[in-house]
C-alpha cells in the first residue's frame, strides 16, 4: 500500500525551485553561442565535403558527366550518423556544460577560422554556386534542425546543476539561451509558411488539419503531466497553458487572418507597438504579478497575453522569409546568393541594434510577456544563426540534419519523453557532475540515433 501512496515526482517543489527566481544570461553570451552552435554544423559541413568521394564526384560533375549520388548501406550510415554526432551534439552538450565558462574563446576561434577559410577560398565564396531557393531552403533547414537539436538537449540538461542557471529560463526580465526556445520555433515556421509563399488561403478544414496536432499536443502535455505529478513552472506560461497551446494559438490567428506577405510586416509592428503601449500602461504589472483570481484568463495569463507578441513576430518573420525567398524565386531573376549572405547579415546586425535600444530605453527583455525587445532579439538571434549557416555554401545536409528534418515533431516528442523518464526515476538535483554528464550523453545519444535510425528505415511520425 504504500507504494502506490508513493508520490511519483516526490522531488517536485525543489525543482520547480530549481528553475524560478533566474536572471539570465548577457546578450554578448547570447551572441556567441549563436556563433558556436551554427559554428560546428559549418565546420562538419566544410570537412566532410573534402572527402575523396565528394571531390571525385564534383570532378565528374564539372566534365559534364552525370553522377549519381551511390546508395548508402546501414553501416555507412550509422558511420555518419556517428561522425555528426561527435562533431556538433556531442560538443554542443558540452559547451551547455562543462565548457560553458570558455563558450567567448571557442566563439573568437570560430570566426577566426571563418575570416581564414573566406580569405583562402575568396571566389567559392563569392560565386553563385546552387539556385537561391535551394540555397536559402537549405540554410533554413539547417537552422530548424539547430533549433530542434538545441531544444532537446536544453530541456533535459536544465534539470542538472551540471546546466548552468544564467541559460535556464529567465523569471521576468532577462535573456537566456532557453528564453530563446518557443519565439526560434516560431520564427523558423513563418520564414518557409504557406503565407511566406503566398499560397492560396486555407479553407476551414485544411486550417483545421494544420492546427490539430498542436491542440491535441498541447492538451497531451497538461494531462500527462498533471497525471504523473510532473514540475511545471507557472510563471512560465500559466497553471494550464504551455508551448503547444502557443504555436496553436498563433497558427489560428494566422490562418483566419490571411492577408498578402509584403504587408504583414507592416501588420506585424503595429501589433507589437500597441501590444507594446498596452504593457506600458499597466498590463506587465498585471503579467508580473503572482496574484491569480480562480478563472482562465488569470489562471493562464501569460501564455494567453503573449500571444500577442508571437503573432507580431510571426508576421514579421513571414515578411522576411517572403522577400528573401519566394519574391525572388517567383520573379525568375537570377540571385546571387552572396548577396543574400549580405542581406541576412545587415538583418541580424539591425534587430542586435534595436534590441540594444529597446532594452535600455523602453522595456526589458521578457519572454514571459514576448515584449517587443524579446521579438527582436529572437529576430536578431535567429538571422545571427541563419547568417553563420551561409558560410557552409553546401550543397545539400549533413545525414543526422536530414534525419531530424523527416521527424522534426517526432524528435521532439521523444525527447520530451525520454526527459520525463529521466526526471520521474532519478534525483536529478543530486547527481554529481560526472554523472549528470554521462546520462546526459546517453540521452543524447539515444536521441539522435533513434531519429537516425527512423530515417533510414523510412519512419516517419505523422497522425494528420
Not at 550510415?77 to 560553458?100: E, G, K, N, Q
Not at 486555407?202 to 514540475?231: C, E, H, M, W
Not at 553563420?388 to 524528435?411: P, R
Request: charged share 15%; glycine share 6%; net charge positive.
Amino acid at each position: 500500500m504504500d507504494l502506490f501512496e508513493r508520490p511519483l515526482n516526490p522531488n517536485k517543489q525543489l525543482k520547480e525551485e530549481f528553475v524560478s527566481n533566474l536572471m539570465g544570461s548577457s546578450m554578448l553570451e547570447i551572441a556567441a553561442l549563436s556563433t558556436i552552435v551554427p559554428g560546428l554544423v559549418v565546420l562538419r559541413k566544410w570537412s566532410s565535403s573534402c572527402s575523396l568521394n565528394d571531390y571525385a564526384q564534383k570532378s565528374l560533375a564539372k566534365k559534364g558527366k552525370n553522377v549519381k549520388p551511390s546508395p548508402k548501406g546501414l553501416g555507412s550510415h550509422l558511420i555518419a550518423l556517428a561522425s555528426d554526432y561527435i562533431t556538433v551534439t556531442f560538443p554542443i552538450l558540452l559547451f551547455f556544460t562543462l565548457l560553458a565558462e570558455w563558450c567567448y574563446q571557442f566563439a573568437v576561434l570560430i570566426m577566426l577560422v571563418f575570416i581564414f577559410r573566406m580569405a583562402w577560398k575568396r571566389s567559392e565564396f563569392c560565386s553563385k554556386g546552387e539556385s537561391h531557393i535551394s540555397y536559402f531552403r537549405n540554410i533554413v533547414s539547417s537552422y530548424r534542425v539547430s533549433v530542434v537539436v538545441v531544444t532537446c538537449l536544453c530541456i533535459l540538461a536544465v534539470d542538472f546543476k551540471i546546466f548552468p542557471r544564467r541559460y535556464a529560463k529567465t523569471e521576468t526580465y532577462g535573456t537566456s539561451l532557453m528564453d530563446l526556445g518557443v519565439g526560434s520555433f516560431v520564427v523558423v515556421n513563418a520564414l518557409t509558411s504557406k503565407q511566406a509563399r503566398d499560397s492560396k488561403s486555407l479553407n476551414l478544414k485544411a486550417a483545421l488539419q494544420s492546427i490539430s496536432p498542436s491542440i491535441l499536443l498541447g492538451f497531451g502535455r497538461l494531462i500527462s503531466t498533471t497525471g504523473v505529478d510532473y514540475q511545471v513552472h507557472v510563471g512560465e506560461y500559466g497553471v494550464h497553458w504551455n508551448f503547444f497551446f502557443t504555436l496553436a494559438a498563433v497558427s489560428i490567428l494566422t490562418s483566419f487572418i490571411q492577408i498578402h506577405p509584403k504587408y504583414c510586416g507592416l501588420l506585424g509592428v503595429l501589433i507589437l507597438s500597441g501590444y507594446q503601449m498596452v504593457l506600458a500602461f499597466g498590463l506587465s504589472e498585471y503579467l508580473t504579478s503572482s496574484k491569480r483570481e480562480p478563472n482562465l484568463i488569470s489562471q493562464n495569463k501569460e501564455g494567453i497575453f503573449s500571444i500577442f507578441g508571437y503573432w507580431g513576430m510571426y508576421l514579421i518573420a513571414v515578411y522576411f522569409g517572403h522577400k528573401l525567398l519566394f519574391r525572388a524565386n517567383s520573379s525568375g531573376k537570377d540571385v546571387d546568393n552572396q548577396f543574400l549572405r549580405i542581406k541576412i547579415w545587415a538583418l541580424a546586425a539591425i534587430f542586435w541594434t534595436l534590441t540594444v535600444i529597446l532594452d535600455n530605453y523602453v522595456q526589458r527583455v521578457s519572454r514571459r510577456m514576448c515584449n517587443m525587445a524579446y521579438v527582436t532579439i529572437v529576430l536578431a538571434q535567429n538571422f545571427q544563426v541563419l547568417s553563420v549557416l551561409t558560410l557552409a555554401d553546401s550543397e545539400g545536409n549533413l545525414v543526422f540534419e536530414d534525419a531530424f528534418n523527416q521527424n522534426l515533431l517526432g524528435s521532439f516528442l521523444l525527447a520530451n519523453i525520454l526527459t520525463g523518464m529521466v526526471n520521474l526515476s532519478l534525483d536529478t538535483l543530486s547527481a554529481s557532475p560526472a554523472t549528470a554528464l554521462i546520462i546526459l550523453v546517453a540521452y543524447s545519444f539515444v536521441l539522435c540515433f533513434s531519429v537516425g535510425m527512423a530515417s533510414f528505415f523510412g519512419i516517419r511520425f505523422k497522425f494528420w
